[in-house]
């Protein structure tokens, strides 16, 4: 849920302006009563209301607790910029319904594995961000039904990790250059990956003791290990993605009834592409013994999709 003020912002004057529906609480610039730091504007706010951050005295160097839902704005994603000075969470969101665009958000903490956004609740969305130089760029632990929208995941150590959460949705964003995962998904159900474009980190996706999860229409391109690995994951849907020179494109170990269904495979093909994968099992003897193992996307796309 999404409250957006019934008038646009003044950018040349910066004043603070009524709107008819709640209120709109001011940060910077140089209007009456504006705030000088986004967690006092947000103290100060109640359910529904906006924060409209200008980026005057960016960076901001917060680190931010939402506990109320409402919208919390940028003016221009790439010169409003929150900064967490290298320590925890740069944005922990903790109360349900609450809406974070525009911003450049970055340098949680590394010790503490912070991460730029933090979900603690549902129902948020996290749109039209660039997120850089974080532990982790989006962090959703336990929570569900969150949308992760056109965001720029960036030069993080994990780009997106969610864990124990469901119904979520990542659409449409650039997640590139992070040194570990893209997306990292473990104990996962329901949830869908959908329009990215995913490239040049260690590994694309990872999908762990997950299920039912869909991804679809991604362009998954020059990961250094593999485009998506599935590891104890059952019936999840890969559909119409590109897969472009990655290391290895694809590869699951102990991970039954995922459907592979028009994917394109690096170039044409005319018969099935398998995909190679495996089972293991612990002995007594061995810490596993290793069975190879294959899936099939029996139609392949014959060109790339436009995505």
Request: hydrophobic share 35%.
């Amino acid at each position: 849920m999404s409250i957006t003020p019934s008038v646009a912002i003044d950018n040349v004057k910066k004043t603070s302006i009524p709107i008819s529906t709640g209120k709109t609480l001011y940060v910077g610039g140089s209007g009456p009563g504006n705030y000088t730091t986004i967690q006092d504007a947000i103290d100060n706010a109640s359910d529904w209301d906006t924060v409209f951050v200008f980026d005057d005295s960016s960076p901001y160097y917060e680190n931010i607790i939402v506990d109320k839902s409402i919208n919390l704005i940028g003016e221009d994603r790439n010169s409003t910029v929150i900064d967490g000075n290298d320590t925890g969470d740069v944005v922990k969101i903790i109360n349900n319904w609450v809406t974070v665009r525009d911003f450049t958000i970055e340098n949680s903490g590394y010790e503490d594995f912070g991460a730029g956004v933090s979900i603690n609740s549902n129902y948020n969305t996290i749109k039209g961000n660039i997120l850089n130089n974080n532990c982790i760029g989006v962090y959703i632990s336990v929570y569900n039904s969150n949308f992760i929208i056109a965001n720029n995941i960036s030069n993080n150590i994990h780009g997106i990790i969610s864990n124990y959460s469901n119904f979520n949705i990542i659409v449409s964003n650039t997640i590139n250059s992070n040194t570990f995962f893209g997306i990292e998904l473990e104990f996962c159900n329901h949830n869908t990956i959908k329009g990215n474009n995913i490239s040049n980190n260690l590994d694309g996706i990872c999908i762990g003791y997950s299920k039912f999860n869909i991804i679809k229409s991604n362009n998954i391109n020059f990961n250094k290990e593999w485009g998506i690995f599935f590891g104890l994951s059952f019936f999840n849907i890969i559909i119409k993605n590109n897969f472009l020179n990655n290391d290895v494109d694809a590869f699951f170990w102990n991970s039954f009834r995922n459907r592979w269904i028009q994917n394109y495979w690096n170039k044409p093909l005319r018969l099935p592409k398998y995909i190679f994968g495996g089972m293991g099992v612990s002995t007594n003897y061995s810490p596993y013994i290793f069975f190879p193992w294959f899936q099939f996307d029996w139609f392949p796309a014959s060109e790339p999709y436009d995505i």
